[in-house]
Structure formats: C-alpha cells, structure tokens
C-alpha cells in the first residue's frame, strides 16, 4: 500500500512496483477507478479521524509492505502517527517511509515535522526503513523559476543544495521495500553541491536568459544551519548520477 501514491514521487514509485509484479493500493483522498492493475482506497490522513481510521482499516487489509510517500506543507507528524495506529492494528510487516535530509537539525517547521514522523515510525514497533532524501529537481525547478520572474533574482549567501533525481530516490524507495526492514538507511543526495545563485543561473542560462542576482544574508538560526551546511550530507550519503543541468535539459526540452 502506498501513500501520495499520486504525487511526485508516487507516480515513479507505483508503476516500478507493478513491474516488480507487486499488487498495489492506493491511498487517495480522492475517489479513483482502478487502472493498471492499481486500486485505490478513499481515506483523508488528516481528515475525520473516525473515517481515517475506517479508511485505512480497509486500505491496509492483506497489506505486508506500505510505503509512507504523502507529505506536505504541514502536518507530516499527525498524518504518519495516524498511518501507524493503523499499521499496528493491520499487523503490517514492513513500513517504508521517505524522509528529508536534516530533518534532526534545520530550525524549520517542516524539517521538525519529518522528524517527528521519523520518530513515530521507528517507535511504532514495527519493522521499518527510513530513508532521508535531498530535495528533488522539481522543487528546485519550482524556486528557481518563480524567483526568475523577479527584476533581481535573490540569491541567499551560504544556501547550498544537493538536489537529487526524483526517479533515482523512486528506485531507491522500492528496492528498499522489497527488501528486509533495514531501519535507518544512508541518505540519497544528488552529486553536485550548489548555492541557490548557482541553481538560478543555471535556469536562465538554459533559457538564454539572464537577471542580476540580489546576495542576501539568512539571518539568525535558519542562516547559520544553512551556512554551516547542517542541510547537506557530504559523506556517508549514496548519490545519485543525474545533475541538476541534464534535468534541466530534458524539463526544458518537453
């Protein structure tokens, strides 16, 4: 069973399990037809609790492996500590889930989310793999092209990114879900360390394009973890082969 089945990650995750010959089922919040030998459960991990709980109930019946892929803005912590209530009742055998590089040491709200969730699964009892992932092309594709729409591009000082191929971290995420229960795994990085300036340049020199770039200085915590590089694994990290430029090619190409 896979959550976020749909999103980013999802949509390269969910077809290489059916190639493995694996059944797979989907939570969605949505209602949804089965199609290529996909089927798809209704259930909202942060809407009513008593329709989650059912929702999952049915999801996860059968279900030995499931892959915690869903996330979002806020809320990653309640959702998975609700997905491993319900993983517990279901008896699952293994409980994949893909987390972010640093989630134990940048000052965000987000980050802290990921690693309360990180907690509720390695706490839960259950057989488990977590795997810390660098931020994918598509978010940095994301920042640089909204940022490029602005007379002065901002180019934060110290801010470095690692970014990694979202189909690398999706073949990464199936082999571990096919495997045993490993718990915490090496991180997955991409193989270039950029500042962000450098990720928007590049974005507007594949384009023809050019802006003057605006320095600026992160301030207080946020900016001294970004600074120091408590965002990064520079060692110890699996990395991935495609970079940042032949992203951009093919995203810009289509």
């Not at 965002?231 to 810009?252: F, I, K, P, S, V």
């Amino acid at each position: 069973m896979v959550t976020g089945g749909t999103g980013t990650l999802g949509r390269q995750v969910v077809p290489l399990l059916r190639a493995a010959g694996r059944e797979v089922r989907v939570l969605s919040r949505h209602d949804r037809e089965p199609a290529d030998g996909v089927t798809y459960v209704r259930c909202d991990l942060l809407g009513d609790p008593a329709a989650a709980a059912a929702g999952l109930d049915e999801a996860l019946a059968g279900v030995h492996t499931v892959l915690h892929l869903a996330g979002g803005p806020k809320g990653d912590d309640a959702a998975t500590r609700v997905l491993v209530e319900a993983a517990r009742r279901a008896g699952v055998g293994h409980l994949v889930y893909i987390s972010v590089i640093a989630a134990d040491r940048i000052p965000l709200g987000y980050f802290r989310a990921k690693h309360a969730a990180e907690e509720a699964v390695a706490g839960s009892g259950l057989p488990y793999t977590v795997l810390r992932a660098a931020q994918f092309h598509d978010l940095a594709f994301t920042v640089v092209e909204k940022m490029a729409k602005l007379p002065l591009v901002p180019a934060p000082g110290g801010v470095r990114w690692q970014p990694v191929d979202v189909r690398e971290v999706a073949a990464r995420l199936v082999e571990l879900a096919l495997d045993a229960p490993a718990g915490m795994v090496p991180d997955l990085a991409g193989p270039t360390v950029y500042e962000m300036g450098e990720l928007s340049r590049g974005y507007l020199e594949a384009q023809g394009r050019s802006r003057r770039h605006l320095r600026l200085r992160v301030p207080g915590r946020l900016g001294r973890a970004y600074r120091a590089g408590d965002n990064l694994t520079l060692a110890g990290a699996e990395l991935g082969h495609r970079t940042w430029e032949a992203y951009l090619a093919e995203r810009l190409a289509a």
